[in-house]
């Protein structure tokens, strides 16, 4: 039922910023937490941050602490990934993805998923 696009990728400089848009459609956008994940080509998909309805409670991957910044806006549909000091091994196809309650870390548990969009970093 719930449908989402991934938006904003592209290529950069390292040291550069950029922002990713989720545009979802369907459901309750604004009742369901949200997330961000990467793949990295040879790679398992791997947990980037994530936010519940209210933007209130945020969770951020290691890598991602300072320097991304997860948000939604719930009367637009739409979540942000805010990325912000971007290095090489940030290159990767990020995901958005939507569950009804889950905002963990767990790919396999968000049942609605993006095509994703790819980020390339130059050095």
């Known amino acids: 039922q719930v449908q989402l696009v991934e938006s904003g990728g592209g290529l950069v400089q390292a040291g550069d910023s950029l922002t990713l848009s989720c545009a979802a459609s369907g459901g309750t956008f604004g009742s369901y937490p949200m997330a961000w994940f990467r793949q990295a080509p040879g790679t398992e998909r791997e947990f980037v941050a994530s936010i519940i309805f209210s933007g209130y409670v945020t969770n951020y991957a290691d890598f991602a602490k300072g320097r991304f910044a997860i948000s939604r806006d719930n009367a637009k549909s739409t979540g942000y990934l805010r990325m912000n000091s971007l290095k090489p091994e940030d290159t990767a196809v990020y995901y958005c993805?939507?569950?009804?309650?889950?905002?963990?870390?767990?790919?396999?548990?968000?049942?609605?998923w993006g095509q994703g969009t790819q980020v390339t970093i130059s050095s």
């Open positions: 993805a939507v569950d009804e309650t889950y905002n963990g870390a767990n790919s396999a548990w968000y049942r609605y």
